[in-house]
Nanobody
Framework: QEQLVESGGGLVQAGGSLRVSCAAS????????MGWFRQAPGKEREFVAA????????KYSDSVKGRFTISRNNAKDTVYLQMDSLKPEDTAVYYC?????????????????WGQGTQVTVSS
């Protein structure tokens, strides 16, 4: 069982930056692919970014490509999402998730473990 805990969310003005973190407490974190998803009020949870087990491969949704950067530190069992040039439409609850197969999945169904989420609010 892997437990994931997000942190670092908050309120930021449009154009600003924020970094959210996801700390894992299980024993197998460094063998998992990791992903970030987000869910805005009244909308479905959507894929944001994914990273392979060793950090060598990444994937982004078109809406965040060039603005967000996913990274991981396996020594600290933590994955990060650096968010720059934030827009009001980035406002959502951000969730990290673990993909046991490490396939850089974009589908929620490919992820087994989920965190509780952290709120990111971007004001205009």
């Amino acid at each position: 069982q892997e437990q994931l805990v997000e942190s670092g969310g908050g309120l930021v003005q449009a154009g600003g930056s924020l970094r959210v973190s996801c700390a894992a407490s299980g024993r197998s974190f460094r063998s998992y692919g990791m992903g970030w998803f987000r869910q805005a009020p009244g909308k479905e949870r959507e894929f944001v970014a994914a990273i392979s087990w060793n950090g060598g491969l990444t994937k982004y949704s078109d809406s965040v490509k060039g603005r967000f950067t996913i990274s991981r530190n396996n020594a600290k069992d933590t994955v990060y999402l650096q968010m720059d040039s934030l827009k009001p439409e980035d406002t959502a609850v951000y969730y990290c998730a673990a993909d046991l197969l490490g396939n850089l999945g974009t589908s929620r169904a490919q992820y087994v473990y989920w965190g509780q989420g952290t709120q990111v609010t971007v004001s205009s």
